[in-house]
């Protein structure tokens, strides 16, 4: 049975404002590594409006046919092959000028946050960026109610995952070397979060 082309409203409402971010951070870039792609409804709106770079799709292997879909159809030239990524795993042995995850570091457990990290550090070049999209919470709050709900539905499902604190995070980042460049509000009550490798 052919699978379906998978299909996420949230990728179709966020793109917009997430590419606005981009285009102001990627006019230099010439590769990004997408870590958890999902469908890949973003690889391939973001990859049609930067010609300029290489789309570096990755994710765990049960995704990799959805994204298989997007990307066969869109048959864009800078969207390579995804590639199979667990953060826990073995990161690629080449280097990007950029990183980019969105909606993934509430899905995963703290031990994987760290691994991401880590992992991040390992493959992003001297003066890089690392882009972040989702909720995080600010003091410890909750940004609103409903990323309060929001919370507790994730914590339902998984009790290891839950929005992230944005200082642990920042703190992450700061070990490795990143700055903090942007934190943008979004819609829902999300943010995108810009940090650059310090030179």
């Known amino acids: 049975m052919a699978t379906e082309k998978p299909f996420a409203p949230s990728c179709e409402r966020n793109q917009g404002p997430i590419l606005e971010v981009l285009l102001r951070h990627f006019g230099d870039t010439r590769s990004v590594l997408e870590i958890g792609s999902g469908t890949g409804q973003h690889a391939v709106h973001f990859a049609n409006a930067m010609p300029w770079l290489a789309w570096q799709c990755s994710d765990r292997a049960e995704n990799l046919p959805g994204i298989a879909l997007w ?74 109610d409903s990323n309060r709900v929001f919370d507790q539905w994730l914590k339902d499902r998984d009790p290891a995952s839950g929005i992230r604190d944005f200082e642990a995070v920042d703190a992450l980042a700061r070990g490795m070397g990143l700055g903090l460049v942007e934190d943008n509000a979004m819609p829902a009550n999300n943010r995108c979060l810009v940090w650059r490798r310090i030179a």
């Open 71 to 144: 990307l066969d159809e869109a048959a864009r030239p800078n969207t390579p092959p995804a590639m199979e990524q667990d953060v826990d795993g073995p990161w690629p042995d080449t280097t990007f000028d950029a990183v980019f995850t969105a909606n993934s570091l509430h899905i995963m457990g703290w031990p994987q946050v760290q691994a991401f990290f880590a992992g991040v550090d390992g493959v992003l070049d001297a003066g890089g960026h690392l882009i972040a999209y989702g909720p995080f919470n600010y003091g410890g709050d909750f940004t609103s």
